[in-house]
């Protein structure tokens, strides 16, 4: 039996919720930045994910990082190196996992669309300010690590639990 803290199911819900609302907010806000370049927020995001790795990485990394199925991901570096913005090379430490690397077209593109969400990150700043922001990150990231910890099967939310 979970022990009971009462309001914390309704805040922590609401919180799942809120974030599940934005989520589709940004890939729709993603969407119309980078649609005219050719791009959609999925594939965005796995340009975005390789531009701020500082080495070519494998196709599970880039969904690990970036909190993606590794399927999903592999399905757009397949159409990405279709569109010549990605490539694969050899994988020094694995022999079926390729690296993935950006090519100059891909490089370009990501810096494009990140030119255009550049704006839009000043606007939120403005509205909300910049220590509001970096206190929302700082909740979203140890929500997401005590998740993470959880599904992993950490011990931390687990033992919150107390015998009947």
Known sequence: MMMEDSG???LVTDLVVAVFRLNGTLLETGNDLVGELGLTTAWWQVLGALSRSPAPIPVAHIARNMGLSRQSVQRNVDLLAGKGMVRFTA?????RAKLVVL???GTAAV???DARQQPVGQQ???SIGRERIAAAL???SEVDALLSGAASGSEDLKQKEVAA
């Not at 994988?91 to 022999?95: A, D, E, G, I, S």
């Open 8 to 10: 914390s199911d309704d």
């Open 91 to 95: 994988n020094p430490h694995h022999q």
């Open 138 to 140: 700082a909740v979203l």
């Open 103 to 105: 090519t100059a077209e």
């Open 111 to 113: 810096n494009a669309a």
């Open 124 to 126: 939120l700043v403005a």
